[in-house]
């Protein structure tokens, strides 16, 4: 499998880089796109060093496009118009979305919640009024899935690992991780 993950200026770190690592554990090809220049700072002021800019990948090559929270980087996922073309472009080839914390209201602005079950951190469903946020810690709806924030991440990884690709894959990395 192939992950493609943007990340962000305020992109929360701990969803960025546990999902990452986990997702590697499971021998999964993921690139993280920086959406601007070098390093960017995350939501608690750790640097991210991307594997490569969002203008030199092609989202098409990916099956499976993940965006981590954290409520600045999510604000610039919603800006971006490649972002929201690839969450469009993705869902309609019918390739899987995952989204954890403030980032599914860029789901939401690309108008992939609409009549779907999905979470996020508890209160920033408010910003997308008419909608309705599960209290589960991952919601799989079709092929997205969404989780609620930093402490869902392990779980998170590990469910699109086991919906994506394999159960036993996932077990096997849970187990790897003493989870």
Request: with cysteine.
């Amino acid at each position: 499998m192939k992950a493609l993950i943007p990340i962000a200026n305020g992109s929360e770190e701990m969803e960025a880089v546990i999902v990452t690592d986990t997702l590697r554990r499971a021998r999964w090809e993921v690139v993280l796109a920086g959406l601007s220049d070098g390093p960017i700072t995350a939501s608690r002021g750790v640097k991210l060093v991307p594997d490569a800019a969002w203008e030199q990948i092609d989202p098409a090559d990916f099956d499976i496009l993940i965006l981590p929270g954290g409520t600045g980087g999510a604000n610039l996922f919603m800006k971006h118009d490649g972002v929201q073309q690839a969450l469009r472009d993705f869902d309609a080839d019918g390739k899987w979305i995952a989204a954890i914390c403030a980032a599914p209201r860029a789901l939401n602005k690309a108008g992939l919640l609409e009549r779907r079950r999905f979470t996020c951190y508890p209160g920033v469903e408010e910003a997308m009024p008419n909608l309705t946020r599960s209290d589960e810690s991952v919601v799989v709806d079709g092929r997205l899935i969404t989780s609620q924030g930093p402490g869902t991440s392990f779980e998170f990884a590990l469910r699109i690992i086991a919906e994506c690709d394999n159960p036993a894959v996932s077990d096997e990395v849970r187990r790897g991780m003493l989870l």
